[in-house]
């Protein structure tokens, strides 16, 4: 990496410098005239620009399958693999304090994260380094990406939508966050920790703006237009030089709608992709990565980056991939903001498993100050219509959300066929799915915790938080542990997963969210109270019994039929890699297209390796699928599968290129058989 400070390191260190007095955790709050986003809330006094920690970095490939597996998101059944633009990564940070108190934080590109993959990789770190990473300081979360290979969750409610269990994808994810995990252990040093805010401007539309004008007035204020564009930065430095942050926003990586087929990281995946490689990394080598940029969830649920509220709106238009990278750069520019005083300390997370299905809740936390109750999981017709404004769901089965009228004849069905003790809990929902009440559909059970780093708090759960409930939870513990609400982030998609959480008067609209909130109008008012427990425990250093979980559900989820193993052909006189076409000359700034006789892709994934690559006539690499500029798909028609490259060659030199495309065919005896295919292509001006 260049010792040229760059933009980002020069930033850092104003900022760095411009913390060391101290500045009020309200500092460059969006909305004039609004309250401080952490005003109300402890006192910067005693706090500090920088807290040293011991820090570990690291990042490992996760790509799944890209050929023929379901994608998680929209639910959407035909929505299978068929290439991919950007490939999955893991990236994993690793803090921990003097008395050895250690957490670690992963974020993986991918669409949901689940209690299966966290128990997996749990039990392979135990054998790797014993009780150090365990249950309680073990976070990862998932990214959201909607177009990315699913089939990993071990309940039958998610994969029923990827029409079966994949165990070549789940191994790949695993695979990839113990890697990233070891590579962060690895990299474990001195450090220097710092926190900024900054605002993603115009990143982001609240896409159920009839539920979020239900919320109260003082809320609403704090919100304009219902999206908070606060972001928020835990940076990383060496030295004086940056070298990785992780970075909280929320918004819905749903730039690529339902019909979209080629795996891509979207817009977090690209703002990941592209700060790494500003900052010197080759994707291609992630061992000896310089910098590592995690783009973290916070509370996204009711954002959408399609601005015209409907499916491939989003700033570029039709053009997903274009509005991806536009959104990704948005949020990129945001991670340079003002410094936030921390109050500094070392490191110390808590967590408690709890059954979201039975909470009964103490009045203090609902808005009308009367106890209410969760109960077993019901998804509404809401859930079936799916965000009207991203996609997904089928609309020939004609359910809608509230702001369409809702459904009239499932609400029809409610009143005949549903008991008054689950109309009690599920208020206003068009009860659809009652998924809760058949084990295995759905997971019930959740971890809660509440993480801290340097004073840095951070509050996780596997559920889907909007706009609201993110900021609830974040403020009932920022008042409980006396500390200013800028430095307390809310990180959903963590370690599980378990659909929405709505307030309670968003839940009234039953738009889509409302209708996923399947464990009743109060759920979040029991999350609170969750989170008021563990609070309390932290604060006054009481021991917290932290339950344990439901039970390990993978492999008891049949295998989908589509991941099966099939034997590799070619065509009668081609061997797998031959050159089916080429455009021979390309003008600079087209793109160069490479068709091959291939085998099943997902035969060798071809982790830290690649399919593809793009050969200058020195023998040099300039070009793979680990880059932005490269698209692979995949097609299989019968036996025999086709591969197809498109590289966009815009700022290379005029000259002769190779593309070459590799894989491994599946012979009869069971055993993998490499090849290589190489197309050769003139670039001219």
């Known amino acids: 990496m260049s010792l040229t400070p760059n933009r980002r390191q020069f930033l850092t260190a104003a900022a760095v410098a411009a913390s060391a007095t101290a500045l009020p955790a309200g500092l460059g709050t969006w909305k004039a ?18 807290v040293t920690l011991n820090v570990g970095r690291g990042m490992a490939d996760m790509t799944g399958e890209p050929l023929g597996a ?89 994969d029923l939508t990827t029409l079966g269990f994949r165990p070549v994808t789940f191994e790949a994810v695993v695979t990839g966050v113990v890697k990233a995990i070891e590579r962060a252990h690895a990299d474990y040093v001195p450090s220097n920790v710092h926190l900024t805010k900054g605002i993603a401007q115009d990143c982001g539309v609240n896409r159920s703006h009839e539920a979020f004008e239900l919320n109260p007035e003082e809320e609403k204020a704090l919100f304009p237009g219902g999206v908070n564009p606060e972001s928020t930065t835990l940076h990383i430095t060496r030295g004086g030089t940056e070298v990785g942050f992780i970075n909280w926003y929320g918004i819905h990586p749903t730039t690529f709608g339902a019909e979209h087929t080629i795996i891509d990281g979207d817009n977090k995946g690209y703002a990941a992709w592209k700060t790494e490689v500003d900052n010197g990394v080759n994707h291609r080598e992630p061992a000896g990565a310089p910098f590592v940029a995690a783009f973290a969830m916070s509370a996204p649920g009711d954002i959408s980056p399609n601005m015209g509220l409907v499916p491939k709106s989003g700033p570029a238009g039709e053009d997903e991939a274009e509005s991806a990278r536009i959104l990704g750069k948005r949020q990129m520019d945001a991670t340079n903001g003002e410094a936030v005083a921390l109050p500094g300390g070392g490191v110390e997370t808590l967590h408690k498993w709890v059954d979201l299905s039975n909470v009964q809740i103490d009045g203090q936390f609902t808005p009308d100050g009367q106890e209410h109750r969760t109960g077993p999981a019901i998804l509404g017709a809401a859930f079936a219509a799916s965000s009207q404004e ?69 509050v996780t759960n596997g559920l889907e938080p909007t706009t609201v409930s993110g900021y609830r939870m974040r403020r009932h513990v920022a008042e409980v542990l006396g500390v200013p609400l800028d430095t307390v982030i809310c990180q959903g998609y963590t370690n599980s997963y378990g659909h929405y959480v709505t307030t309670p008067e968003e839940y009234a609209q039953q738009d889509y969210e409302g209708g996923a909130t399947a464990f009743g109008k109060y759920t979040l008012c029991a999350m609170i109270s969750i989170y008021d427990e563990i609070a309390h425990a932290i604060k006054d250093g009481i021991k917290l019994d932290s339950g344990a979980a439901a039970g390990d559900l993978t492999g008891k989820i049949p295998p989908s039929p589509s991941g099966a193993r099939v034997i590799d052909s070619a065509p009668i006189g081609k061997q797998f890699g031959d050159v089916i076409e080429v455009t021979d000359t390309v003008t600079i700034g087209s793109a160069a297209i490479a068709s091959f006789v291939s085998a099943n892709p997902n035969n060798d994934l071809r982790l830290e390796d690649g399919y593809m690559l793009v050969k200058n006539s020195a023998g040099e690499v300039v070009s793979s699928d680990y880059d932005q500029g490269t698209v692979v798909e995949f097609a299989k028609d019968g036996v025999y599968t086709t591969s197809k490259v498109t590289w966009d060659t815009t700022g290379f030199a005029p000259g002769t290129y190779e593309i070459l495309m590799r894989g491994s065919s599946l012979k009869i005896d069971g055993q993998l058989q490499p090849y290589e295919g190489k197309a050769t292509v003139n670039l001219v001006r």
């Open 33 to 50: 005239g609004a309250q401080p986003s952490g005003s109300s809330q402890g006192s910067a006094a005693g706090s500090v620009a920088n």
């Open 70 to 158: 379901g994608e998680n998101g929209y639910a959407v059944l035909k929505q299978n693999t068929t290439g991919l633009r950007l490939r999955q990564f893991a990236r994993a940070f690793i803090f921990g304090d003097d008395a050895d108190n250690r957490v670690v934080h992963v974020t993986a590109d991918m669409g949901l994260m689940f209690q299966s993959i966290h128990l997996e990789v749990l039990k392979r770190l135990k054998a790797i380094f014993g009780d150090l990473y365990n249950e309680s300081n073990v976070l990862i979360g998932a990214s959201h990406t909607h177009v990315a290979p699913g089939g990993t969750s071990g309940h039958l409610m998610v």
């Open 390 to 458: 991203d996609g997904g769901g089928e609309p020939a089965l004609g359910f809608n959300e509230g702001q369409r009228g809702g459904t009239p004849w499932v609400q029809q069905m409610n009143k005949v066929l549903v008991p008054d003790s689950a109309r009690e809990i599920q208020g206003e929902k068009e009860m659809l799915l009652p998924v809760g009440y058949i084990d295995g559909l759905l997971q019930q059970t959740h971890m809660f915790s509440i993480t801290r780093i340097g004073g840095f708090t951070l």
